[in-house]
């Protein structure tokens, strides 16, 4: 199961990868979302999948799948959250203000 | 935060509190050198099970300089921070991102550094903004995009080394890799992880994003992204490649050294290609960095104390140059540096100090700048890197040549334009603070020197520090 | 005491510098003049100590943790340019104080000077290398602003950035000899080197070491290539042309050879240099010295052809040639010295240098021109027992008949150097005369001067007077300074001391036959010079050192221009893909190298459906998201990937992160329909196929890569999980139940901590973004 993770973590990497390649910002904001979307399962993939109950104690069961991956992709949860609206709001303005969401027009020149 | 409409109380606060910390922080070093590194376990948690900050030799230096830096800034931006910025949270921001990066330098954990990374890279992309321009929203989006990208990698690569070593605090991750040899897949991890501090600590060819994005912010800001955040990221890089991976140094750290090298050149080639004085200071960041990290490829007792030494100086030295560039530009009105000249008669003082910390940014005894660049070099030849040094003394003439251009173009020929202000006293007196601090560094190296040579003795040694974190 | 010796200028420069501009009625100079004076009777007190073959030393602590100490020690030869250093010292400070008027800004220029005098007498006493290498800078950058001390000037700037990229570059690789020879011979001290000079000499880095360190030497004495910045020098004031840039800086890379002579003398390679060099600089700065217009230009390349004559001498490397080549420092001093004066003079009273628009001078300004032939005929080496340079330069010729090198080039090179000695003395003879004949006999062209000629006033005179005193002096008895100032100096650079008795006439030997084909084709060569003038405009101007400078400079700068913005283009594609073939390139290698990859299928959890459904549509809506033009469809495919990693958290017995998950995923897809309205729409990418192609295999390349450090990852856990510890201990020390949240808030609470002043900072930034769209754009 880990390695069908792993490749499905890998396939949405690539996904977003793909579009941070892309011209327009709102493909590449897209992008990060699914490159933190392939972060986060690649850590969790990185404890072990499945064993054990959920990492809530319960009377009697003794073994429990890795609370500590989930405890830093809750982490990692919320940052990039905060990210992403920022970078959210950020496009929108880049956008008002440079009237063009093309990257390739938000080059800049050297004598500004 | 609260009191943005107050410009005053403001100023007053932070200047209060920036002599503060830098008390706490002078307390801190002179506790830590005398009695060996301070941990503070977080929730009480031992290492490695809970968070840990540890204030070690390194740790303490860095965070002295730090604030140095964040007086400086303040005493700048008693001209510069207008109201308006004020009221977009310039000081609360400014002070996150001394929270920040300090955090970094402090925590033990990897994955805690990384939320110290976040912490101060939002700092940073609210700063970066502040200002409102067309060009810093374009520039911002860049530098955010390719940041946001390194910090992914950065959670994802700590995720890798947990699945191997099943930790995260570093202490134990050092002893963990140290035990299995850095076998197998860890070698890559190290080198994954090389990338996301080289592209926060702007090497080749990962600082692409960092020369336009330094350059449109308010120059208080431009200061503190270029003397303090580039630096995290070589901070980073001692403590990983000294603590963790340092048990393949003929793969990991001659590969270092070669983009070390290709970033000094490369780097200060940038420095040449503009007439755009901020531009150039910022190009300028570069072959620092490579230097630095030359040092921590050498890895000898000796190049490490290099580094370490041009990382504190650099610090001063670039925050004082984007101070000076910043207070040229108001001055002239213009940033390209052919629509300048003459100043040294409408801004004697500013065009000295310039002059100045063109030759301390060169690496001329006996400012501090030498005494760091003579370590590495020598470090590098010690141990045979000729190539290397080569080109760190050519990179060096090339340094000098760029920032001297802008001594001789800005400063001497004939006035061809009336100044549009005055300069601003306390721009020139937080850079001259910096400044004196440079040249104390390098003429008083005595005192300092021997603080530095036994970080550097700690670094190369990392079981002392795995020891005082783990068997406590 | 040498420490006194070598702050007192700086501690004067500090003085004047603060308290100068308050007493205004007084030339400044008259203030500087005292420093120079005194040190010159102190340095006079120490020769009788020399002269019985002692040192005088003195060491203070600067670096000891770096070895590198205040150590200081006179011996002949420093004690040879420390005279040097302070009585031309003196006697310049006096001459600018008649040649500069009050109105220039003197503070600054004795500030420099004094800056430069300080520094240079650091270099030549200086026993710790890395000492010497920081006043070696500090001469080059007191050069750089006393040649640019008329700012306002173009020509000055461009001198004294020239002058100064030049010696910057010879002192930095000069740094790098130097580090080199501390680490072979495990000493910073020069005179411990030299008594371990086996260890150098014997070390592989011998050849690297001497060439970097010549560099230096060359740089700073204008040998050829690097001359060409020494006749732009000449924009400098006149007293520091005579002072620096003839007398005393310049002759910093003839001391290091000296000093350096009994470690490198003796190889073939430190000859054919070293001698090498020497000769060409002598035959190109003396040919080319006859082309100039400007007085100060012949002077300039004067002296860059006798620094090559003295350079010749030291790679020599006999004892004869190494008192030659002392003796002629000295001399050139003095002659040169006193003819920069008198070109300074004859700028100062007729208003141009241009020789052209000179001539006749001798009726108005006779005492000048009196001291000036005596001075070029002095350096012509005109046989008459008057004039020093004639004997130095007989003793040239015959040490480069006696040369020791037999075999190899090194032996057909020495059968060659005295032919090239001549050749260069012939023009050096020839300059010369052009010189003061040029400018004092003739017809005066009065109507093309600025002022009417006169004579200069005495307290100019005075100095060139005592400089032509030597010149005679010597010339006449110059075993009065052999003793006790040639010999230890001799001694420093040979390793022994032993007194060679000097005379004039040495019988009708082959020195002096040369002397006599100098004199004879000089003259010839002299009263023709204007018929065979134009052959300097034949000589193309690429071949000049001058134009290879500009053309490196100009390059290196177009160079970066274009180079860095073939980079530096501002587009995030292109950074986004460098960084990530870089790193797919180097990790992928590096995993190729240790042999990382590793996959393992024993500690697997089973494959079941209902993941790898999920996993599959969340691919499948991932690779979507590429095509979607819909905003809304690109946005639910996006949530499609969000939602279904929140259901693989509850698959995966993650259930706190399935919540977290559900309900940020909410908020996002909130926030992307909230912004999308305000974007423009989704465009059909309108890349190049080979564009397409070029991101599909960075795509897919960065994705396999981590799935393959992930496999291996995951196949090589080494160490069980700190995360046991956190299982164990939840409930009994973290005092709950659920052991993520425990985690959070207890064990790892300072994350949480942050991330949450992360959101804050997220919040506040985004407001203070909305704050500006309130109030319209804040363009600067």
Redesign the interface.
């Known amino acids: 199961?880990?390695?069908?993770?792993?490749?499905?973590?890998?396939?949405?990497?690539?996904?977003?990868?793909?579009?941070?390649?892309?011209?327009?910002?709102?493909?590449?904001v897209?992008g990060t979302?699914?490159l933190s979307?392939?972060a986060?399962?690649?850590i969790?993939?990185?404890?072990?999948?499945?064993?054990?109950?959920?990492?809530?104690?319960?009377k009697g069961i003794k073994i429990?799948?890795?609370?500590?991956p989930?405890?830093?992709?809750?982490?990692s949860?919320?940052?990039s959250?905060?990210?992403?609206?920022?970078l959210?709001?950020?496009?929108?303005?880049t956008?008002?203000?440079n009237k063009t969401?093309m990257?390739?027009q938000?080059?800049?020149?050297d004598d500004e | 935060?609260f009191f943005n409409k107050k410009q005053k109380l403001t100023l007053n606060l932070s200047l209060f509190t920036v002599f503060l910390n830098l008390g706490v922080a002078i307390f801190l070093s002179y506790y830590v050198f005398a009695n060996g590194p301070l941990i503070l376990e977080?929730?009480a948690?031992k290492a490695?099970?809970?968070?840990i900050?540890v204030a070690d030799q390194l740790s303490v230096i860095m965070i002295l300089a730090v604030n140095v830096i964040a007086i400086s800034a303040v005493i700048f931006a008693a001209s510069s921070v207008t109201s308006?910025m004020t009221?977009?949270?310039f000081y609360?921001?400014f002070f996150?991102l001394i929270?920040?990066v300090s955090?970094a330098f402090l925590?033990g954990?990897l994955?805690?550094l990384f939320?110290?990374f976040?912490?101060l890279l939002?700092?940073s992309?609210?700063l970066i903004?502040?200002?409102?321009?067309?060009h810093q929203f374009r520039e911002s989006?860049?530098y955010i995009?390719?940041n946001l990208?390194s910090s992914i990698?950065f959670v994802?690569t700590v995720a890798?080394?947990?699945?191997?070593?099943?930790?995260?605090?570093m202490a134990?991750l050092g002893e963990?890799v140290a035990?299995?040899e850095q076998?197998?897949?860890?070698?890559?991890?190290?080198?994954?992880l090389f990338?996301v501090f080289a592209?926060k600590g702007a090497l080749f060819?990962?600082y692409?994003?960092l020369?336009?994005s330094y350059i449109v912010p308010a120059p208080v800001v431009s200061a503190l992204f270029g003397a303090l955040l580039t630096k995290v990221g070589v901070y980073s890089m001692l403590r990983v490649y000294t603590l963790i991976f340092s048990h393949?140094l003929e793969?990991?750290h001659t590969?270092f050294i070669w983009v070390a090298t290709i970033t000094m050149l490369i780097g200060v080639?940038?420095?040449?290609?503009?007439s755009n004085v901020k531009l150039i200071i910022a190009y300028n960041i570069m072959p620092a960095i490579g230097f630095m990290v030359l040092g921590i490829g050498t890895f000898s007792a000796e190049s490490l104390a290099g580094t370490i030494y041009y990382l504190v100086h650099d610090m001063a030295i670039k925050a004082a140059l984007f101070f000076l560039a910043g207070l040229l530009v108001w001055h002239s009105g213009t940033s390209d540096l052919n629509k300048m000249g003459?100043y040294?008669k409408t801004a004697p003082l500013m065009g000295w100090m310039f002059f100045i910390a063109s030759?301390v940014l060169?690496g001329?005894?006996?400012f501090s700048g030498?005494?760091g660049k003579?370590?590495l070099?020598?470090g590098a030849?010690?141990e045979e890197h000729?190539w290397a040094?080569?080109v760190g003394?050519?990179s060096?003439?090339l340094i000098?040549?760029s920032v001297?251009?802008i001594f001789?173009g800005a400063?001497?020929?004939?006035l061809k334009e009336e100044p549009k202000e005055k300069v601003r006293r306390s721009g020139l007196a937080a850079s001259a603070v910096l400044i004196a601090i440079t040249i104390i560094l390098g003429v008083g190296?005595?005192w300092f020197?021997?603080y530095i040579?036994s970080t550097a003795d700690s670094l190369i040694d990392p079981e002392i520090y795995i020891d005082y974190v783990l068997k406590e | 005491m040498l420490h006194f010796y070598i702050f007192l200028p700086f501690l004067a420069a500090l003085l004047i510098g603060i308290s100068a501009k308050r007493v205004s009625r007084i030339h400044t100079g008259w203030f500087v003049l005292p420093v120079p004076v005194v040190l010159f009777i102190l340095f006079s007190t120490k020769m009788p100590i020399l002269a019985e073959g002692k040192i005088v030393q003195s060491v203070a602590?600067?670096?000891?943790?770096?070895d590198?100490q205040l150590s200081f020690y006179l011996d002949g030869l420093s004690m040879l340019f420390s005279l040097l250093i302070t009585g031309i010292g003196s006697l310049v400070v006096l001459y600018s104080i008649f040649y500069l008027s009050k109105k220039e800004q003197l503070v600054h220029f004795y500030v420099y000077l004094l800056i430069f005098m300080g520094s240079m007498l650091g270099v030549v006493l200086s026993d710790n290398v890395?000492v010497l290498?920081?006043f070696w800078?500090f001469t080059s950058?007191s050069s750089f602003l006393l040649i640019?001390f008329w700012?306002?000037r173009?020509k000055s700037?461009y001198g004294?950035?020239k002058s100064?990229?030049v010696t910057?570059?010879g002192g930095?690789?000069m740094?790098?000899a130097l580090?080199?020879l501390?680490?072979t011979a495990e000493t910073n001290s020069i005179r411990t080197m030299i008594a371990n000079r086996s260890e150098i000499i014997e070390s592989n880095l011998f050849i690297?070491i001497l060439i970097l360190l010549l560099l230096g030497a060359f740089t700073k004495s204008a040998q050829f290539p690097f001359h060409s910045w020494l006749p732009d020098a000449m924009e400098a004031p006149t007293p520091v042309s005579a002072y620096l840039h003839s007398a005393t800086m310049v002759k910093a890379g003839i001391y290091l050879v000296a000093r350096f002579s009994l470690i490198f003398s003796g190889s073939d390679e430190f000859f054919i240099i070293v001698s090498g060099i020497g000769l060409i600089t002598l035959c190109i700065g003396s040919f080319l010295a006859s082309r100039q217009t400007d007085l100060k230009g012949i002077l300039a390349y004067s002296t860059i052809s006798q620094l090559g004559m003295i350079m010749t001498m030291l790679g020599f490397g006999t004892g004869a040639a190494a008192l030659a080549a002392i003796f002629h420092i000295f001399n050139h001093a003095t002659f040169k010295g006193s003819l920069f004066m008198i070109a300074g003079i004859v700028d100062h009273e007729t208003g141009t240098r241009d020789i052209r628009r000179l001539g006749g001078l001798y009726t108005f300004m006779p005492i000048s021109a009196t001291l000036a032939f005596f001075g070029a005929f002095s350096m012509a080496g005109i046989p008459l027992p008057i004039f020093n340079g004639f004997l130095s330069k007989e003793m040239f010729f015959d040490s480069s008949l006696k040369l020791e090198q037999t075999s190899g080039f090194a032996g057909l090179f020495a059968e060659w150097a005295p032919i090239l000695a001549v050749i260069g003395s012939i023009f050096t003879f020839v300059y010369s005369m052009y010189l003061v004949f040029g400018t004092f006999t003739g017809k005066a062209k009065l109507g093309q001067l600025e002022k009417k000629p006169h004579e200069a006033p005495i307290g100019m005179l005075i100095s060139p007077i005592i400089l032509i005193v030597f010149v005679v002096l010597v010339g006449l008895l110059p075993n009065l300074i052999n003793e006790p100032l040639l010999a230890p100096a001799v001694a420093s650079i040979t390793g022994d001391f032993a007194i060679t008795h000097l005379a004039f006439w040495h019988g009708f030997n082959t020195p002096l036959y040369m002397s006599l084909i100098v004199v004879v084709i000089g003259t010839i060569l002299a009263f023709t010079l204007k018929k065979w003038q134009p052959i300097y405009n034949a000589i193309p101007g690429k071949f000049s050192s001058d134009y290879w400078y500009q053309s490196l400079i100009n390059g290196?700068?177009k160079?970066?221009?274009v180079?860095?913005?073939s980079?530096?283009?501002?587009?995030?594609?292109?950074?986004?893909?460098?960084?990530?073939v870089?790193?797919t390139a180097?990790?992928s290698i590096?995993?190729y190298?240790?042999?990382?990859?590793?996959?393992s299928?024993d500690?697997?959890?089973?494959?079941?459906w209902p993941?790898?459904l999920v996993?599959f549509v969340?691919?499948v809506a991932?690779?979507a998201?590429?095509w979607m033009t819909q905003?809304i469809a690109?946005i639910i495919v996006?949530g499609v990937?969000?939602y279904g990693?929140s259901l693989?958290?509850v698959?995966?017995?993650?259930?706190?992160?399935a919540l977290?998950?559900l309900i940020?995923e909410t908020?996002?897809v909130a926030?992307?329909l909230l912004?999308?309205t305000?974007?423009?729409k989704?465009?059909k990418?309108d890349?190049k196929s080979s564009e397409k192609l070029v991101?599909?295999v960075?795509?897919?390349s960065?994705?396999?890569l981590?799935?393959i450090?992930?496999?291996?990852?995951?196949s090589?856990?080494?160490?069980?999980?700190?995360?046991k510890?956190?299982?164990d201990?939840?409930?009994e020390l973290g005092g709950g139940?659920?052991?993520?949240n425990v985690?959070?808030v207890?064990?790892?609470?300072?994350?949480?901590l942050?991330?949450?002043?992360?959101?804050g900072?997220?919040?506040?930034?985004?407001?203070?973004?909305?704050?500006?769209?309130d109030k319209g754009?804040?363009?600067?």
């Open positions: 199961m880990e390695i069908v993770m792993s490749i499905l973590a890998g396939t949405l990497f690539a996904a977003g990868v793909y579009l941070l390649l892309q011209k327009q910002l709102l493909k590449i897209l979302a699914l979307h392939g986060h399962l690649f969790l993939t990185m404890g072990k999948l499945n064993r054990g109950a959920p990492p809530i104690l319960e429990y799948t890795d609370p500590l989930q405890a830093l992709i809750l982490t949860i919320v940052i959250f905060g990210v992403t609206s920022f959210l709001v950020l496009a929108y303005r956008y008002q203000s969401d990257m390739d938000l080059r800049g020149t | 935060m977080t929730g948690w490695p099970y809970g968070i900050l308006n009221q977009h949270y609360p921001l996150l929270a920040g955090g925590t954990d994955f805690n939320v110290f976040e912490v939002m700092a992309y609210g903004i502040i200002g409102g321009s067309k989006v860049k995009l390719l990208f990698l994802t890798f080394l947990y699945s191997v070593t099943g930790t995260v605090n134990q963990r035990e299995v076998r197998g897949i860890l070698t890559a991890i190290a080198i994954l990338i592209t060819p990962l692409f994003w020369p336009k393949k793969l990991t590969f080639i940038g420095a040449l290609s503009t003459g040294i030759l060169a001329i005894p006996p030498f005494i003579y370590l070099l020598r030849m010690d000729y040094a080569g003394l050519l060096s003439l000098l040549f001297i251009r001789i400063f001497w020929g004939e190296a005595e020197y021997p040579q | 602590n600067w670096i000891p943790s770096l590198i890395f290498y920081t800078e950058i640019g700012f306002y173009e700037t004294a950035q100064m990229l910057v570059f930095l690789s740094l790098g580090i080199l501390s680490i690297p290196l700068l160079f970066s221009s180079f860095t913005k980079y530096m283009t501002g587009s995030l594609r292109l950074y986004t893909s460098i960084i990530l870089f790193l180097s990790t590096f995993i190298v240790t042999d990382g990859f590793k996959i299928f500690d697997l959890a089973p494959v079941t993941e790898v996993g969340m691919a991932a690779i998201t590429i905003r690109a996006i990937v969000g990693l693989l958290f698959f995966f017995r993650a259930p706190d992160l977290t998950q940020v908020i996002t926030l992307f912004c999308f305000h974007l423009p989704l465009k990418s890349k991101d599909f960075i795509a897919a960065t994705g396999a981590l799935t450090v992930a496999i291996s990852s995951h090589s856990k080494y160490f069980d999980s700190i995360a510890y956190f299982v201990n939840s409930y139940d659920n052991i993520v985690i959070l207890d064990f790892r609470g300072l994350d949480t942050f991330e949450i002043a992360v959101l900072l997220a919040a506040l930034g985004i407001f203070a973004m909305i704050k500006y769209r754009d804040m363009n600067h």
